[in-house]
């Protein structure tokens, strides 16, 4: 009884670089998010995927890419990370008009 | 996306005393759910409101979600050093596909 599934739980990143991160969830839920985490700031919506091949922007898309990889993956890539990037990454899934299901979170420091 | 305005940001009283944490936004959403989260963890839902004017009640919590689904609140009766936490709203929206959080409320409950 997994849920959702973030890798890695931490990734320390040099300016420029790039990495992907994983999300997977054994629920089969349609749709699935990856906010970040900022102190002060709550939670805000990178990239949401409705449902399998689609893909939509949040409120803060800027410098990340997605794929929906098939229902049951959806991951976060940063092409060239920069130190704003600096933070706590969750993926979430739910069905409509039920509760979402979080990961344990990707704390990403980038210097 | 829509937004969501949740106040107040950080909130300390004593044992014992009632407070009440709002959500409001200027979108009406589907439904809107309260989550809390503890340190190092995801969200983790507490309920959820889905009629316009609907009131639940969970111990010592109560949840009210404003007659045209655009707010929310949370109130806490007596509380109890164990309601320490961070307390997100979120909003469903797109058909119930979407979902946005506040900002959160620190919340400290002193002995």
């Known amino acids: 009884n997994a849920g959702v599934t973030q890798t890695p739980k931490f990734q320390v990143l040099k300016t420029g670089q790039s990495m992907t991160l994983q999300c997977a969830q054994d629920m089969n839920h349609n749709s699935m998010y990856w906010y970040r985490q900022d102190p002060g700031m709550g939670l805000r919506l990178i990239y949401y995927?409705?449902?399998?091949?689609?893909?939509d922007k949040g409120e803060v898309p800027n410098g990340y890419n997605v794929s929906r990889l098939n229902k049951r993956e959806f991951s976060l890539r940063l092409e060239s990370a920069a130190p704003s990037q600096t933070s706590v990454y969750f993926c979430a899934s739910k069905l409509q008009t039920s509760r979402a299901f979080f990961g344990q979170g990707t704390r990403l420091t980038v210097v | 996306t829509q937004l969501l305005e949740q106040s107040p940001q950080f909130l300390s009283i004593q044992e014992g005393e009632n407070l009440t944490v709002y959500c409001n936004s200027s979108s009406v959403f589907s439904s809107l759910q309260w989550y809390r989260q503890e340190p190092g963890e995801g969200p983790v839902l507490l309920v959820t409101?889905?009629?316009?004017?609907e009131v639940k009640k969970l111990k010592r919590l109560t949840f009210q979600f404003g007659d045209a689904r655009k707010d929310s609140s949370l109130h806490i009766t007596a509380a109890q050093p164990g309601d320490t936490g961070l307390y997100l709203c979120a909003g469903e929206w797109g058909g119930a596909d979407g979902l946005t959080f506040g900002k959160g409320t620190h919340l400290i409950i002193q002995p």
């Open positions: 995927s409705a449902s399998e091949g689609t893909t």
């Open positions: 409101v889905v009629t316009g004017g």
